[in-house]
T-cell receptor, first 114, second 115 residues
Framework: SQTIHQWPATLVQPVGSPLSLECTVE??????LYWYRQAAGRGLQLLFY??????ISSEVPQNLSASRPQDRQFILSSKKLLLSDSGFYLC?????????????FGPGTRLTVL | AQSVAQPEDQVNVAEGNPLTVKCTYS??????LFWYVQYPNRGLQFLLK??????LVKGSYGFEAEFNKSQTSFHLKKPSALVSDSALYFC?????????????FGAGTRLFVKA
C-alpha cells in the first residue's frame, strides 16, 4: 500500500531563517506531487505541483520554492521566512495516469514563524 | 478560470438527521469533482468523486454526493448524521480542459453534529 510522509510535524522558526520541509511517498511510482498551504484551518492554497523529477509548476508568487530531486521526494524551501509564511503545509500525491484521480494527503507540517 | 464555492462556513445538524453540505463550481471542460474531509490537525482524506455517468455518487462512511450539471453543483449528503462526522469538509474541482493536474479547493465547510 502507498504511504506519504511529511516531516517535521511541527516547526517554530524565527523571521528571516531558512526553511526546508520534506515529503516522501512510498509504494507508488511516477506520482504527481503537490504542496498546499492551509491558513487558520480553512481553505487550501496550491503552492506547487510536479509531474516529474525536476518539473515544478508554481501557482503563487512568493518567497517559497520547491524541488523534486527524486521521483518520490518533494521538498519545500525558503531562504528567508516571513511572518505570513506561518500555516499548515500539506503534501499530497496522485496517480499520474488520469486527471480524475484523487489526491492522497500527508499528515501535514505546522509552521509557526515568530 | 476554475473556481469552487462552498457557501456555508458552518453547518449544524442533530445526530440522526440528514445532512447536506453545499458546493458549486466553475470549470473549463468536463468537471471532475471531489469531496475530502479533514479532522483536526490532520491531512485531508478522500471521500468520493464524480467523473462521469450516474449523477449520484456513493463514497466512504455512508456519504454520497449528487452532481447537477445545470446548476453546476455537487452537494455532499448523508441520510443520518453521526457525531463522529463532525469535521471540516472540502469540495474540489479539476477540469478536463485544464493543463496539468491542478485542483482547486473550496474554502471548506465546518460540520457540527450535535448528540
Amino acid at each position: 500500500s502507498q504511504t506519504i510522509h511529511q516531516w517535521p510535524a511541527t516547526l517554530v522558526q524565527p523571521v528571516g531563517s531558512p526553511l526546508s520541509l520534506e515529503c516522501t511517498v512510498e509504494g507508488t511510482s511516477n506520482p504527481n506531487l503537490y504542496w498546499y498551504r492551509q491558513a487558520a484551518g480553512r481553505g487550501l492554497q496550491l503552492l506547487f505541483y510536479s509531474v516529474g523529477i525536476g518539473q515544478i509548476s508554481s501557482e503563487v508568487p512568493q518567497n517559497l520554492s520547491a524541488s523534486r530531486p527524486q521521483d518520490r521526494q518533494f521538498i519545500l524551501s525558503s531562504k528567508k521566512l516571513l511572518l505570513s509564511d506561518s500555516g499548515f503545509y500539506l503534501c499530497a500525491w496522485s496517480v499520474r495516469t488520469a486527471h480524475y484521480n484523487e489526491q492522497f494527503f500527508g499528515p501535514g507540517t505546522r509552521l509557526t514563524v515568530l | 478560470a476554475q473556481s469552487v464555492a462552498q457557501p456555508e462556513d458552518q453547518v449544524n445538524v442533530a445526530e440522526g438527521n440528514p445532512l447536506t453540505v453545499k458546493c458549486t463550481y466553475s470549470v473549463s471542460g468536463n468537471p471532475y469533482l471531489f469531496w475530502y474531509v479533514q479532522y483536526p490537525n490532520r491531512g485531508l482524506q478522500f471521500l468520493l468523486k464524480y467523473i462521469t455517468g450516474d449523477n449520484l455518487v456513493k463514497g466512504s462512511y455512508g456519504f454520497e454526493a449528487e452532481f447537477n450539471k445545470s446548476q453546476t453543483s455537487f452537494h455532499l449528503k448523508k441520510p443520518s448524521a453521526l457525531v463522529s462526522d463532525s469535521a471540516l469538509y472540502f469540495c474540489a474541482v479539476r477540469g478536463s480542459n485544464t493543463g496539468g493536474f491542478k485542483t482547486i479547493f473550496g474554502a471548506g465547510t465546518r460540520l457540527f453534529v450535535k448528540a
